[in-house]
């Protein structure tokens, strides 16, 4: 959910907020019946995140194996709407959808931004991506391992 409000505390009604993802981060490790297991944390590869592999952005040297691709890649943290629209309660609600097989595995940053009275605002969250409650069992094989 995102809430808008201006100078005041006052909810704004009827903003248009503008939301992306990215992922930030990545682990790699195992799961195996009874838990879960990290071996190393890694940044994303795509420092200037501009989806384009520039030299020195395929780090061959971090202990996973070097696949000529940025890791993760972009859809990792999954997908949102481009844009909400605030209720008259100054709040809009929105899903973030990705895949499970990078739960846990992958830190993901939602950025919201808007104008209210012509002052753009931006935040921004990061958090590992969860898994469902009873998945635990179920969750595939770390994408990121060597």
């Not at 503008?18 to 071996?39: D, E, H, M």
């Not at 709407?81 to 990705?98: C, E, R």
Request: aromatic share 10%; net charge negative.
């Amino acid at each position: 959910s995102i809430l808008v409000t201006d100078s005041n505390g006052n909810a704004v009604s009827d903003a248009e907020v503008y939301l992306s993802t990215w992922p930030t981060k990545f682990r790699t490790g195992y799961i195996n019946a009874t838990n879960q297991t990290v071996s190393q944390v890694f940044p994303n590869e795509d420092t200037n995140r501009n989806l384009i592999m520039d030299p020195g952005e395929n780090c061959r040297t971090c202990g996973y194996v070097a696949d000529d691709q940025l890791t993760p890649p972009q859809s990792a943290a999954g997908s949102l709407p481009s844009s909400v629209i605030t209720n008259d309660a100054g709040i809009a609600n929105f899903k973030l959808q990705y895949l499970k097989q990078y739960a846990i595995w992958t830190k993901a940053e939602i950025k919201a931004s808007t104008k209210v009275h012509g002052t753009e605002s931006i935040s921004t969250m990061t958090f590992w991506l969860p898994y469902e409650e009873g998945e635990e069992d179920n969750l595939p094989s770390p994408p990121f391992n060597p």
